[in-house]
Every structure is written in C-alpha cells, then in structure tokens.
C-alpha cells in the first residue's frame, strides 16, 4: 500500500537548507513503518491550482487499488487571488468530490482532511481562522461516504489544553540568527517546524489506525 498526500504548504516537505520549516507530510513515514508514503503536497496549492497544473493528474499514474489518497486543503482555498480562491459551498466542494472520484475510479481510498489550525489566540481559545471551508470539508466526507481526519477539531482541543506558551515552538516561531534560511528570524503561527510536524503527522498516524487503514 502506497499512501499519497494532497495538500499545501502545512503538508508539504522542504529541503534542509529551508530548516526549519516542515510539514507534517514530511514525517508521516516515520509514524507508519513499512508504508510508502508519496507526499505531492505543494506550497501555496489550493484544490483549484492543484489541479490545474496537472498534480491530481499525475497522482493517477500511480496509484493503485487499495492505496489511500489523503486530502487536505483550505488555507490557500481561502486566497482572492482567482486561481486559486474556491467558495467553500460550490468550487471547494465540487474540487474535493473530484479528488474522491479520482480515488475511487482507480479502487483507491480517498481520505478527506480538516486544516491544520492556525496558532491564533483569543481570550484563551484557538480562533476558527477557517471559515466555512472545514464544515465543507465535514459535509462533503457525509454526503459522499468519505472517511474524514477531523484534525482541525482534535488539534484544536489539544493545543488549548496545552496552551498559548507551551505550544510556540510547534509553529514556525525561531530566534534570529538561529537558521540561515531565517536570519531575521520568524513569527509564524501558520507553518510548523519540526515538533509540529511531528505532531500533526502522529495525529495523522493516529488516526489513520484509528480508521483501521494502516
């Protein structure tokens, strides 16, 4: 079984001269020993741009009955640049239902995915900075009879219990001078760096074996 990986940037993986970031695709191998894991995930992708440059397309070579095609988009779904904004109640859904065809055409099992939230704080509590786009995502894994990774809904309760501190080095948060691809520094509360990715991608593991897939 080979599992590939849809998404952007927070999944993507990144040549060590770009340390620190790195997306939580980039480790899921390490969680699941003896699976191949294909990460396509690309930054600044959308459902639209990923396909639209032929990336869907090229998965299909591939991929084979009983293999798992996991989806995850929504942060650059959100853009108002037109190619690659999605509205979340038309084009993001009709974008994600190809994405489980395509799948399920080539006897593969598609696994659809919330985002990965944002580090933004309020009173205490992690702000939805996704808008109506996870529900989109929940409606569409119903509709369809889609298995779905809630990892926004998980991730969000854990990062809160842990709490505003403790979980900045999850994100893209260094000192200056640490990384030469971040001289200045970074505050980045969208990306992360390896202890988030580690922690999205056992999370994934998780729940992947939850799901009884791997």
Known sequence: MTIFICGD??????????????????????????????????GGRSTKSFMSEGRLVDIEKTIQPGDLLLI????????????????????FAANLEIFVDTARIHGAIPVLM?????RWWRAGRIINAHG??????????????VILLD??????????????EAT??????????L???????????????????EFFAKMTADMLREQRLI
């Not at 990892?151 to 505003?164: F, N, W």
């Not at 900045?168 to 001078?177: A, I, K, T």
Request: proline residues 9%; without cysteine; negative net charge.
């Open 151 to 164: 990892v926004l809904a998980e991730s969000t309760r854990i990062i809160e219990e842990m709490g505003d």
């Open 9 to 42: 940037s927070t999944a993507a993986t990144y040549a060590p001269e770009n340390a620190p970031i790195t997306g939580w695709g980039q480790l899921l191998e390490e969680f699941i020993p003896g699976v191949n894991v294909v990460n396509k995930a690309v």
């Open 179 to 197: 990384y030469p691809a971040y001289p200045d520094g970074s505050r980045d509360d969208t990306h992360t760096q390896r202890a988030g990715a």
């Open 72 to 91: 995850q988009f929504t942060h650059n779904d959100t853009s108002d640049l037109v190619w690659r904004h999605t509205d979340p109640h038309t084009s």
């Open 168 to 177: 900045v080095p999850l994100y893209l948060n260094v000192e200056p001078g």
């Open 114 to 118: 919330t985002p990965i939230p944002r």
């Open 132 to 145: 109506e786009y996870p529900d989109a995502i929940r409606r569409v894994a119903m509709q369809r009879g």
